[in-house]
């Protein structure tokens, strides 16, 4: 089912201009599954042009029609949800039915969009005077160029797709080279539903060189990013030189506050199911769990026989609930977070080895770990996998200060039934996203993004939309 892929410009599939081509990997197998173009300078030049082009014309394609065909987009996706589902699995390692929720997820940000699209609000100023009238209209911010990342490889795009398209904008997306199908199929719906030629773009390759190129391109205005820190500060960089409009969704720690009048089994409940969703390959995965004393041996001790009840697999397997990691560097990420956490004296709950009867792909046991030091590199670096750091605290001041200690505030989560102590750690926790008693956060009608170094800007809700107007105040004096 999995096929060579390539360029998407100007409405055609078409290979690279040098039939440059690279592989794509399966993670559960480290066998290829295709291949993907590899666009040359021209091969960018060449959609850079063709997004100027689709541009003029989606401007001004009315308002209505718009939405009637990013709607259109929606309904193909939840039409071909089990095809997207199968490629999104193969190229991920997923388990099959998260893929399919994904998938599900990406065909809800196009509906949302479609609906938001009529929805682009100005507003009127009463001006001093009788004879001067004072409004602000919102107008496409003009080509964008985005850039996703490869562990939600429908989801991600789509956010930044949608939104583009419902502003009036065009859009070149750049997906993540170990997972371009889910994309790809995003951007044949926009086709298929009739978004016209030049709109939507998708171009892979070295992402480097292609990220350099469009976003010093003066025809790009906007430039979307989900990704690392260090990435993101790259592009941020190479952004300002243009002062291009920049939104970015970046790596986040999230950490969670099991407050002790909270149950602590059922809170367990909760949060090792979610910690190991995607094999812990989530930018809001909780990552950082500070269980209060009195509630640690319950919380933890329900936590490990959770992880080590997990089915660990390939994704199209049934019954699977964690599949391979992405790529072999994370893996060792793990497995050294994993050591350092063990040497500074950290116990270990649950897994941190190979599956059994796994030889090949990128396979790591669901881990818990407990009691680790503040100190250890997994409590202070991004663990983007399937390890889970568990510690404890005594007092509120002393967990919010820990928790805040980072650079990072893209997610945090809250347990408590004390509707005070909730409240307080909401609101002192610096993260753009807080879950109270709840852990499923992202969903197309709420703003998804970060603070301090997880990033700025929103996806997704009524906010999202902004990040790809630009807002023109307009003063008329009355003739007469």
Request: aromatic share 6%; proline share 6%.
């Amino acid at each position: 089912m999995y096929h060579d892929l390539n360029l998407y410009i100007r409405g055609d599939w078409r290979p690279a201009s040098d039939k440059g081509t690279k592989p794509v990997t399966d993670p559960a197998t480290e066998d290829a599954l295709g291949l993907i173009a590899v666009a040359t300078e021209a091969d960018v030049e060449d959609a850079l042009a063709a997004a100027q082009e689709g541009f003029k014309v989606w401007r001004k394609t009315g308002t209505w029609e718009r939405a009637a065909r990013i709607r259109k987009v929606a309904e193909l996706i939840r039409a071909r949800t089990d095809d997207i589902a199968t490629l999104m699995s193969l190229e991920t390692g997923k388990p099959l039915a998260e893929a399919k929720g994904e998938t599900g997820a990406a065909a809800d940000q196009f509906e949302w969009y479609s609906e938001e699209t009529k929805r682009i609000y100005g507003q009127i100023i009463e001006a001093r005077t009788a004879d001067s009238r004072m409004a602000v209209i919102h107008q496409p911010v003009g080509v964008v160029a985005a850039f996703s990342a490869w562990n939600f490889p429908a989801l991600l795009p789509a956010r930044k797709i949608a939104a583009a398209l419902a502003a009036g904008c065009a859009i070149i997306v750049k997906p993540a080279g170990e997972t371009p199908a889910s994309c790809a199929a995003l951007v044949q719906a926009c086709h298929d539903a009739g978004i016209p030629p030049g709109v939507v773009n998708m171009v892979t390759g070295a992402s480097s060189q292609i990220a350099t190129q469009l976003i010093r391109s003066p025809i790009v205005r906007k430039v979307s990013v989900t990704g690392s820190v260090p990435v993101g500060k790259q592009i941020l960089s190479l952004a300002a030189e243009g002062v291009k409009k920049v939104s970015m969704e970046l790596g986040g720690h999230g950490p969670v506050l099991i407050f002790d009048d909270y149950d602590p089994v059922a809170a367990a409940d909760v949060c090792a199911p979610t910690k190991f969703r995607n094999c812990g390959q989530v930018c809001i995965s909780p990552t950082r769990f500070y269980v209060h004393e009195k509630s640690y041996d319950a919380f933890s001790a329900r936590f490990a026989e959770i992880a080590k009840s997990l089915k660990v697999g390939r994704g199209l397997d049934d019954g699977v609930q964690v599949g391979p990691m992405a790529n072999r560097r994370g893996l060792e990420t793990v497995q050294k977070m994993t050591q350092d956490a063990i040497d500074r004296g950290a116990e270990l709950l649950a897994g941190g080895g190979t599956p059994t009867g796994s030889n090949k792909g990128y396979f790591i046991e669901p881990t818990v770990l407990g009691r680790v030091p503040d100190d250890a590199l997994v409590m202070n670096e991004e663990p983007f996998g399937p390890i889970a750091p568990i510690t404890t605290f005594s007092a509120y001041d002393e967990v919010i200060e820990r928790a805040n200690a980072l650079p990072f505030g893209l997610a945090g989560y809250v347990f408590s039934n004390d509707l005070s102590v909730a409240t307080r750690a909401y609101e002192d926790l610096e993260c753009g996203m807080v879950g109270v008693n709840e852990m499923l956060l992202a969903t197309a009608e709420a703003p998804f993004g970060g603070v301090k170094e997880s990033g700025m800007g929103r996806e997704g809700g009524s906010l999202g939309i902004h990040d790809y107007l630009d807002p023109k105040y307009v003063k008329i004096k009355l003739a007469g």
